[in-house]
């Protein structure tokens, strides 16, 4: 039997190219057709629901977040599986679709069920996360020059690497571990502001309102012209080197009120300080049990050249 192949390919050479010929159109074809990754992805489209109410318990999240988006979301098309799990203030809904279902057309889909279908108290609007199983592409650790801190790690991350990450084609999402967020607190002294009359709202009011920049009219002097604005916007000192960004003086000459033909600034009834979001957790390397990391996550059930 293998003499006669031999035989037959020797024999039959323009039917031995063409079958070789299609051969390798074939492959060229499923090359540019077929799903191409570094690990090539089993699982089918996965999607992460996430809605956020501080204060809530479990039960109540449960309740008036979950129970709403998994009813809102069972009339999405291509929908296999979907599973829930219920946190104090976090509500997680994780939508597996069946096989062949596109991502982009599985996330239209879900988008459009959630606007339409799902309304939640407190104008609690759910975010879409895409999840792969072998969606993440590497983790990388932030590092600084000593005494860098970890706040400082944690912006350039936030404001720097982040953003940068989001330009590559394929990567969707970047998820940030570890370090401390930056915020401006204002804390206010309850005595001071009765003795001024000023309520809590008000202070609050004044600063959204004075970071923010005007713009006005035109001043034409002959055939020239000069534009007139109002520069407003709160400035930290680390808008070229962001290891000086803790400065608080303009928020503390905001104006709240006046007393007397006086302006009261929020200095005069609140201690202004530099602070940072509550943490929830905290990320850990080798021997380094407080670090800032990431791991950018490429688009699930994508193509690539």
Partial sequence: MLKGLVVIG??????????????????????????????????????????????????????YYTIPIEVGLSTTPGVDIIRSTSFYGLSFVRVTFNY????????????LNL???????????PQIQASSLV???????VVG?????????????????????????????VNTWGGTTKEYEVEGDLNKLDAYNITIPQVISAIGNANVNVGGRTINVGQQSMNVRGVGLIDS?????????YKVKDIESISLAQANGVPVQVKDVAKVYVGNVPRLGKA???KEDDVVGSDPGDEPNAAYE
């Fill in 135 to 141: 969606g993440e592409v590497f983790r990388y650790q």
């Fill in 237 to 245: 000192g680390g808008t070229t080197d962001l290891t000086q960004g």
């Fill in 284 to 286: 850990g390397r080798d």
């Fill in 115 to 125: 606007q339409q279908n799902v309304s939640l108290p407190n104008n609690v609007s």
């Fill in 145 to 173: 020059p000593p005494h860098f801190g970890l706040t400082n790690l944690r912006t350039i991350q936030d404001w720097v690497l982040q953003r940068r990450f989001l330009t590559v084609p394929g990567v969707v999402q």
């Fill in 10 to 63: 020797l024999t039959r050479r323009p039917i031995i190219l063409l079958a070789l010929l299609v051969f390798i159109g074939s492959g060229i074809a499923a090359f540019f057709k077929l799903n191409i990754e570094a690990y090539p992805n089993p699982a089918p489209v996965i999607l992460e629901i996430t809605a956020q109410a501080p204060g809530q318990s479990a039960e109540e999240m449960e309740r």
């Fill in 100 to 111: 062949g279902i596109d991502y982009y057309f599985a996330v239209q889909q879900a988008a």
